[in-house]
């Protein structure tokens, strides 16, 4: 018996050693690909010496004698610290992951393929400026140097990622940071599912519930349209909602994931310190790493410091030493569905107002891991490309014998909109900026806010396709797309974007809100990104007489809902205060504890209070027991609350009350009825998921930020240590957007927001402070992973000063690169 305990020890002992001789050989070659940032490099295509000074917070510093140098520069920072995912952003613009990943990326790289960004990327090449070109070309060369760095020095392939997939990594070229941009484009447009689920909606509820369920801004009046039933009326209504197969590197936004921000400017006389100030913080799904990743360059005309995305030779959002500059999402309408009526005699040609054409086609392979290649035939029509039935519910919108095509401005082959970012830099004030964004930029449509040393001004940037008066949907639902009056008419000129300069008021700010009152067809959008923030934003900028840098980063971090204070007296009204009390341990008394909870609540969504997560449970549940009778499957579209909806309905706007009676019951349930109803199934919910106790509850546990390793973070053990989780404040409708999945069984994990905040004060440039979610390095091993991400968390910046002996005095390394 001893001589078998002693053999089973030895194994055991052995299993042990050889466990961690294994993971010692794992972190060694992981490890490899750390890059030392002391360090110095014999490089070609590189001109002079160039120098990355890397302060404590991993931000390079990159000074060069032109500003080709300072590009390879960042195209070699970039490569060192996030080479995979410029690889993967690479190969999602290209159509080409299921080439790694497999089937399970398959449906992604055919719609990737059908868009053809990379196609339209190399041809928008020829429309550049020579110096764009030489940037692009600059940059790209930077990243081919540490690419071949890690080949010659055998550093680990780049990125510990590597070692699970073919080592192979192709060069970079200057068409893939193009591509990149149109990427982006996709990633900030929803104005294609919008208008599917408005044609699956009217389908089933028509114009009246339409007006409803999908309001327009309360501000402006309700254009009147027909049923898509109208239209199309062999369209199925009975149409079944299919769970997406997967989320695996889909870069397609789900509803109320298509790019959201905040950005408020103040005029000197709005500042005590008397020059202007700008806050920026745009809103992308959270990722580990963050998309975005700070930099500095020192260009000809002065320094810049900012957020760029690797893959693009640009600060995106940043400032310099005279202008700053900062983005939202304009929700400019810049998406149009068609439905191609098919020629019943040959269904290769589709009907035009001129007669049917046939498609412009052209066959592509893909290439799948473990799986016989894949062919399809990409169609286009004079409106765009066809996209399948399969992608965006088309499907179940499109009548048999008809396809889907798609007009978009990001489909454009004459996209300068690389080279007005890099225009944007070289800007000396504000109207400068503005000039050259207005001229250039085309997709995906932004509002820009640009303030120099005593102007502050918004204008909306990108292409705004031109609508015939006469347009049978206005482009918010999928229109015939043979009718000559539903197509576009060109683009209007840019002197028509909507813009502001030097207000009386001395503050102006976006976010995501209406910005115009124009009618259509000159409009902007029916749809826009925000009802709720704008009330906020107006209520602390207006508090004020004058504001400060620290002013902005209160309001940037505010995390009171205007949402909750608002919908709670109307929805809790007839519910406050009402009846005797109920035994203890009784339905009833819980839900009078958690009513009095919410009664005495000032709306902060606060991560270690209670009431948050009571407001949200219960608003989730009432808006799905107000419309699932009526949609059905449909309502599982419908993930996030609608405020102005709930509103509708509990004023009685316009006889939507009708909400409130459950069809297939014989009662007749009133609104009062429908919000007790739905307090006590989700207090029911609270408890089977988080506790009994009310008081004990954390809204931060709901709500915790995820975020994920792309590639890595499903995989076990890896999951530990590459995803990044943080207990957040804020919510869906808070200026500290902390956007939630609407997806069970986690519906309020934060997985949308402010990837990066800055907050420039032009009376002190060097006080500027900037900030990213998760750290600079995309390597898990790298102690820059996430050092930024709890600073983030607890609302705290990093110094976005441009002196550089300030970067050298606490610098982690010194890159000197050196022409080979």
């Not at 397609?252 to 020059?275: D, H, K, L």
Request: with cysteine.
């Amino acid at each position: 018996m001893r001589s078998v305990f002693q053999w089973l020890l030895r194994l055991f002992m052995g299993a042990v050693v050889i466990a961690a001789l294994g993971l010692a050989f794992v972190y060694y070659f992981a490890s490899r690909s750390l890059p030392d940032y002391n360090a110095d490099y014999s490089v070609d295509g590189l001109s002079n010496d160039t120098e990355i000074v890397r302060d404590n917070a991993n931000v390079p510093h990159i000074f060069g004698p032109t500003a080709e140098d300072v590009y390879f520069g960042l195209g070699f920072a970039h490569a060192q610290d996030r080479l995979w995912q410029m690889t993967v952003m690479r190969r999602t613009a290209q159509g080409r992951l299921s080439e790694l990943f497999g089937e399970r990326t398959l449906k992604v790289d055919e719609l990737l393929r059908r868009f053809d960004f990379y196609t339209l990327a190399t041809k928008s090449l020829s429309v550049q400026d020579d110096e764009t070109r030489a940037a692009l070309d600059a940059y790209a060369k930077g990243v081919n140097a540490w690419i071949k760095t890690v080949n010659d020095e055998a550093l680990g392939r780049g990125a510990p990622e590597f070692f699970l997939f073919p080592p192979e990594i192709a060069y970079w070229r200057p068409a893939d940071s193009l591509a990149i941009v149109k990427l982006m484009g996709l990633q900030l447009s929803g104005h294609l599912s919008e208008e599917v689920l408005r044609a699956q909606t009217s389908l089933l509820v028509g114009e009246e519930g339409l007006k409803d369920i999908l309001p327009d801004d309360p501000s402006d009046a309700v254009a009147a349209l027909p049923d898509f039933a109208a239209l199309f009326p062999s369209t199925p209504k009975n149409f079944k909602i299919a769970k997406a197969e997967t989320d695996f590197l889909n870069p397609v936004p789900t509803r109320r994931m298509a790019g959201a921000s905040n950005s408020w400017a103040a005029m000197p006389q709005r500042s005590a310190a008397g020059g202007t100030l700008l806050a920026n913080d745009p809103h992308l799904g959270f990722t580990a790493p963050a998309i975005w990743y700070l930099a500095r360059l020192e260009l000809p005309t002065g320094g810049i410091i900012g957020a760029t995305i690797p893959g693009m030779p640009v600060v995106l959002v940043g400032r310099g030493q005279q202008v700053g500059w900062a983005i939202t999402s304009s929700h400019l309408d810049d998406q149009d569905a068609f439905i191609e009526k098919l020629n019943p005699s040959n269904p290769k040609e589709y009907l035009t107002p001129d007669g049917y054409k046939p498609f412009e086609t052209r066959r592509t392979i893909i290439n799948v891991k473990d799986g016989s290649p894949v062919t399809i035939t990409l169609r286009w029509t004079e409106n765009g490309p066809v996209i399948p039935g399969s992608q965006y519910d088309l499907g179940l919108i499109t009548p048999k014998g008809h396809v889907a095509s798609l007009a978009w401005t990001t489909l454009s082959a004459q996209d300068t909109s690389l080279m007005a970012g890099l225009k944007l830099m070289q800007a000396q004030s504000a109207e400068q900026a503005l000039d050259v964004m207005s001229r250039t930029f085309v997709a995906p449509s932004q509002n820009l806010t640009v303030v120099d040393n005593d102007t502050i001004a918004m204008r909306v940037i990108g292409a705004l396709p031109k609508r015939h008066q006469d347009h049978q949907t206005q482009g918010r639902m999928p229109a015939p797309g043979w009718i000559a009056t539903n197509r576009w008419q060109g683009m209007l000129p840019t002197s028509d974007a909507p813009s502001v300069r030097n207000p009386n008021s001395g503050i102006l700010g976006n976010t995501n809100n209406k910005m115009t009152d124009r009618p259509y067809p000159n409009h902007i959008s029916f749809s826009w990104g925000d009802t709720q923030r704008v009330h906020r934003w107006k209520g602390l900028m207006q508090g004020r007489e004058v504001h400060t840098r620290d002013s902005f980063i209160e309001a940037q971090l505010d995390t009171v809902s205007y949402t909750a204070r608002s919908l709670l007296p109307l929805v809790a009204g007839e519910l406050w205060y009402t009846g005797e009390a109920a035994p203890e341990g009784t339905p009833e008394a819980r839900r009078q504890q958690a009513l009095k909870m919410l009664a005495d609540w000032n709306g902060e969504m606060n991560e270690h209070l209670p009431e948050p997560l009571i407001y949200s449970a219960w608003m989730r549940r009432l808006q799905d027991k107000l419309i699932r009778d009526d949609l059905g499957p449909l309502a599982d579209k419908y993930t996030h609350v609608e405020p102005v909806f709930i509103e509708r309905v509990f004023r009685d706007i316009s006889g939507a009350s009708r909400w409130c009676d459950i069809k297939q019951s014989t009662a007749k349930e009133t609104c009062s009825d429908m919000a007790r109803i739905a307090l006590d199934e989700a207090l029911l919910w609270i408890d089977q998921t988080h506790g009994g106790n009310l008081e004990a509850l954390h809204w931060g546990d709901a709500h915790e930020a995820h975020h994920d390793h792309a590639v890595l973070g499903d995989l076990p053990l890896l999951r530990n240590i590459v995803n990044i989780r943080q207990s957040t404040s804020g919510g869906d409708n808070t200026l500290m957007r902390g956007l939630t999945s609407g997806e069970d069984p986690a519906p309020f994990t934060n997985v949308h927001g402010a990837g990066y905040r800055g907050v420039y004060d032009f009376a002190d440039p060097d006080s500027s402070v900037f900030v990213i979610s998760t750290g600079q390095s995309g390597h898990p091993l790298s102690r820059h992973y996430d050092d930024l991400g709890e600073l983030w968390r607890r609302g705290e910046y990093i110094p976005m000063s441009l002196d550089p002996e300030l970067a050298r005095a606490a610098a982690v390394g010194i890159t000197m690169l050196r022409p080979n």
